[in-house]
């Protein structure tokens, strides 16, 4: 079964430019969400969707950032325009409730340089 | 509010040492705590976690972590390191719904030969 994948890998971009995110969850998994983590701090909660709708919203730092989840299964996060603090890795995670709980697995994450 | 401390950015320790590393929360109401661990160019992968009963919880690869609720810690502990060990770890608490995890900012361990 193949786990939580992302795309781009790496992305170097200028400042104010627009940049897109995408995260393939792990099949049938109803939640998706997206972390973030700036020059080695903590990796910080942004959002969760659960299927196409946005759960929580709570972490997204501002309005340059939009979130999507059509059809509940693939994700985008787009910044736009992108500011040099946005520079981080973005992690996507995905998760399913069992009986043992809603354990998130993550993806290899995707690392933004706004320059 | 939640928050989780992770003192060491940085363990080194030599091959077949033990190792002890370090997490704090604090929480105003009950959490489930995790360790995560990254190795180098790969995703978060889960080590271990303690949702209920005996406090001390055990990996498949010899990593165990003791939950503390009097002083709010989560310690990782392994007995004796190998290179393989060499990884990012994180510590991370969420509430019982699961949905939201707050992680610290990660203790980088290098096993040295």
């Known amino acids: 079964e193949a786990g939580v994948t992302q795309f781009p890998s790496h992305s170097v971009i200028e400042k104010g430019q627009t940049v897109t995110l995408r995260c393939d969850p792990i099949?049938?998994?109803?939640?998706l969400y997206w972390y973030r983590r700036v020059m080695g701090k903590e990796i910080k909660f942004l959002l969760h969707?659960?299927?196409?709708?946005?759960?929580?919203e709570s972490g997204m730092p501002n309005n340059r950032f939009l979130a999507e989840r059509t059809g509940g299964t693939y994700s985008t996060l787009k910044v736009q325009p992108a500011e040099l603090e946005d520079s981080g890795v973005y992690f996507c995670?995905?998760?399913?409730?069992?009986?043992?709980?809603?354990?998130?697995?993550f993806g290899p994450g995707t690392r933004l340089t706004v320059l | 509010a939640q928050s989780v401390t992770q003192l060491d950015s940085q363990v080194p320790v030599f091959e077949e040492a033990p190792v002890e590393l370090r997490c704090n929360y604090s929480?105003?109401?009950?959490?489930?705590l995790f360790w995560y661990v990254q190795y180098p160019n790969q995703g978060l992968q889960l080590l271990l976690k303690y949702l209920s009963g005996s406090t001390l919880v055990e990996s498949i690869n010899g990593f165990e972590a003791e939950f503390n609720k009097s002083q709010t810690s989560f310690h990782l502990r392994k007995p004796s390191v190998h290179i393989s060990d060499t990884a990012e770890y994180f510590c991370a608490v969420s509430g019982y719904n699961f949905n939201k995890f707050y992680f610290g900012s990660g203790t980088k361990l290098n096993v040295k030969p």
């Open positions: 929480s105003s109401v009950s959490v489930y």
């Open positions: 969707f659960v299927k196409e709708s946005k759960q929580d």
């Open positions: 099949s049938g998994h109803d939640n």
């Open positions: 995670a995905s998760s399913q409730w069992t009986r043992e709980g809603n354990e998130q697995f």
